[in-house]
Structures are given as structure tokens and as C-alpha cells.
């Protein structure tokens, strides 16, 4: 069973632009999670999506948004990036029971010069 | 409000010898609670999970954890260190309602020497 796949794995970007990452979740999960992990902050929630909903959002600027598709794949965006994005991101899927486990991927690596 | 704490950023055992990293919750109620396992340039790999069935939880590559309630700790232990063991390692909590929001601890990392 394939894991969780995000991509890009590694991107460079300037400040200013904006960048898009994608995620994969497990076939047949339907909720996916997007994390911040960065040195200083660690890890961070920043929304979850369950069937093209948003469920839950955490404490980031507008900026940062995200979706999810019909087929469960989901996307998130940030816009007019600052330097103090740069970190890695982590996508997370699970099954719907209330003790799902999370599955995370391999995360992408942004870095914003 | 839930957080976690993980007492000490780094820990060094040598190889062979007990493995004991700490997590302490702060929660109204007793939580879900997590291991999970980094290793460089990847993601979080779950170590073992605690949803209030037995209080001592067996997990992955020998690992094991005890939640405490009276002392608000779920202690992440290993008998004997391998060399493959020295990653970073989360202690996470969440509400047992329907938010999935993980709260992550700061993080220890473990490094094992020969």
C-alpha cells in the first residue's frame, strides 16, 4: 500500500511569490493534515481537511490556505512568501475511526530566499 | 489549553543501554497521546499510541511507553539502544473529541554511542 506522497519535495522560491504543494494521502483515507516543522516553532498544525471540508484551522495568517479534492488529494498555498516560511511541510492522512492514527509523509522542504 | 512537554532536547545513551525519553501532558481530561519517530530528511513515522485501553503500550522496534495519570507522564523507554535508534522523537497529544489537531512536544533528540 502506497504511503503518503507529497511533492515537491524540495523547492526554492524568493520573497514575494507564492508556492503551491500537494499532497497524496493513503488510498481510501479521506482526512488529510497539513504541518509546519520549523527549528524554532517545531511542529505546528496548520488545517485539516476531511471530504473537501475544512475541519479544523490553526493560528497561521491568511496567507496560508489550503484544499482537498473529491479524490481526497489535497493542496495548500502560500502566498507573498516571507523568509520566516521557509521550513518543512508536513503532510498527514488517516482513517475516519476517532482513534485514526495520523500517516505522514515525507514532507517539503521549502526554502525562501 | 493542551500542551506537552518533552524534558531534555538531547539524550545520549551508549549503545545497549536503557533508553528513557520523557513527555509530560497538560489536559483536562486524559487524552490521546503519541510516539512518533523522525529521521533525517523525512517524516514522523508513529512509534506506539496510547487511547485509553491498557495504561502500558507496547509499540515498534521494541519501544514501549506507560501513560501515568497521576503524574500526567506517558515516558517513552527501549531495554537496549541500537545505533539505529538515534533519530528525533515527538510526544503528541489530542482531545479525544472530533478535532485531530496533534500538539506536538518541542522534540528530543537521540543520540546513541558506540
Known amino acids: 500500500k502506497a504511503g503518503v506522497t507529497q511533492t515537491p519535495r524540495y523547492l526554492i522560491k524568493t520573497r514575494g511569490q507564492q508556492v503551491t504543494l500537494s499532497c497524496s494521502p493513503i488510498?481510501?483515507?479521506?482526512?488529510v493534515s497539513w504541518y509546519q516543522q520549523t527549528p524554532g516553532q517545531g511542529l505546528q498544525f496548520l488545517f485539516e481537511?476531511?471530504?473537501?471540508?475544512?475541519?479544523n484551522k490553526g493560528n497561521f495568517p491568511g496567507r496560508f490556505s489550503g484544499r482537498q479534492f473529491s479524490n481526497s488529494r489535497s493542496e495548500m498555498n502560500v502566498s507573498t512568501l516571507e523568509l520566516g516560511d521557509s521550513a518543512l511541510y508536513l503532510c498527514?492522512?488517516?482513517?475516519?475511526?476517532?482513534?485514526?492514527?495520523?500517516?505522514f509523509g515525507e514532507g517539503s522542504r521549502l526554502t525562501v530566499l | 489549553a493542551q500542551s506537552v512537554t518533552q524534558l531534555g532536547s538531547h539524550v545520549s545513551v551508549s549503545e545497549g543501554a536503557l533508553v528513557l525519553l520523557r513527555c509530560n501532558y497538560s489536559?483536562?481530561?486524559?487524552?490521546?497521546l503519541f510516539w512518533y519517530v523522525q529521521y533525517p530528511n523525512q517524516g514522523l513515522q508513529l512509534l506506539l499510541k496510547?487511547?485509553?485501553?491498557?495504561?502500558l503500550v507496547k509499540g515498534i522496534n521494541g519501544f514501549e511507553a506507560e501513560f501515568k495519570k497521576s503524574e500526567t507522564s506517558f515516558h517513552l523507554t527501549k531495554p537496549s539502544a541500537h545505533m539505529s535508534d538515534a533519530a528525533e522523537y515527538f510526544c503528541?497529544?489530542?482531545?479525544?473529541?472530533?478535532?485531530?489537531?496533534?500538539?506536538f512536544g518541542s522534540g528530543t533528540r537521540l543520540l546513541v554511542r558506540p
Open positions: 498527514a492522512s488517516r482513517r475516519t475511526e476517532n482513534t485514526g492514527e495520523l500517516f
Open positions: 488510498s481510501g483515507h479521506r482526512s
Open positions: 481537511y476531511f471530504s473537501e471540508t475544512q475541519r
Open positions: 489536559s483536562s481530561v486524559p487524552p490521546y
Open positions: 496510547y487511547t485509553s485501553a491498557a495504561t
Open positions: 503528541a497529544v489530542r482531545r479525544k473529541d472530533s478535532s485531530y489537531k496533534l500538539i
